[in-house]
């Protein structure tokens, strides 16, 4: 599988563009090559991770088109995972190829799927919505797909998810948005996986805040707690590539400090138009 982080920000953006702390500022004057938009990840060039309001500017920054994606996957309804005005432009009179442009099955939980259905901008000729509920596996176009139970909030009621991907014995684990799992989950995570994940994306959100008292995002603290549980569970080995995702510019550096800060651990950190072979 080839990875291609489209965005890799929270749902404010870094830098915000309302905001001139100095994160923000370092970002804009002395690396603007590494601002981030709204988090996504194309996997090779038919499924996609989250559909947010940058996904536009995401595919132009990237250079990918979009036009094959037949699986998406959605994390959560907050607004910076789904943005429903996204489905208009594959519909017509927007698509100068919609007669061949191929149908989209969108995975995600019943909250997401009522959002999508509800607007003008389904389109039931071109969009399959299909229900992801946890640790029940889903084939699509090839992959593999598991839902996991996130520890995030969004409404009473929502089910928010990460989702593991395999294909060809290749493995993906994409956890954002979420705080630390639950025991329960790593654990029948653990006992399903045949051999140790080869990548996982972990949120990162909170950065390197002194003590996380908001239980639905990783401190980088937390990270590293997170990777070693996983580690100790067999679910990731020292051959996994593994990466901080995600970044909420508050509390996390620009890109270059932060890869300064995560290498200590042998961790990754996400950047828009990184390209990852799995
Ligand atoms: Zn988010
Ligand atoms: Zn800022
Ligand atoms: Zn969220």
Not at 49 to 77: C, E, Q, W
Not at 239 to 256: C, D, I, L, M, Q
């Amino acid at each position: 599988m080839q990875l291609t982080f489209l965005g890799t920000a929270a749902y404010e953006g870094f830098p915000n563009p309302f905001c001139d702390g100095g994160n923000c500022r370092e970002t804009r004057q002395d690396f603007p090559d590494y601002s981030r938009l709204t988090s996504a990840v194309l996997v090779d060039d038919d499924l996609l991770i989250d559909f947010g309001p940058n996904i536009m500017a995401g595919a132009h920054k990237s250079r990918v088109s979009l036009f094959n994606v037949k699986t998406l996957l959605i994390t959560h309804s907050h607004s910076d995972h789904l943005y429903p005005p996204n489905f208009g432009f594959r519909k017509k009179p927007y698509n100068a190829s919609y007669e061949s442009l191929p149908v989209m099955t969108v995975l995600s939980n019943s909250t997401v799927l009522d959002k999508i259905t509800a607007t003008n901008y389904f389109d039931p000729a071109k969009v399959l919505t299909r229900e992801a509920l946890p640790f029940e596996k889903i084939e699509s176009n090839g992959y593999e797909i598991t839902p996991l139970p996130a520890v995030h909030k969004v409404e009473e009621g929502e089910q928010c998810l990460i989702y593991l991907i395999e294909k060809n014995g290749r493995s993906f684990l994409y956890a954002s948005d979420t705080g630390p799992l639950e025991a329960s989950t790593l654990e029948r995570l653990s006992s399903r996986i045949r051999k140790p994940l080869n990548f996982i994306a972990l949120d990162a959100t909170m950065g390197f805040v002194e003590v996380n008292e908001f239980p639905f995002h990783h401190s980088s603290a937390e990270v590293i707690e997170t990777i070693c549980r996983m580690r100790s569970l067999g679910i990731l080995n020292t051959e996994t590539k593994v990466f901080a995702h995600h970044f909420s510019h508050s509390s996390n550096h620009p890109h270059r400090k932060l890869e300064e800060l995560y290498s200590e651990h042998g961790i990754g950190v996400t950047f828009d138009g990184l390209k990852i072979s799995v």
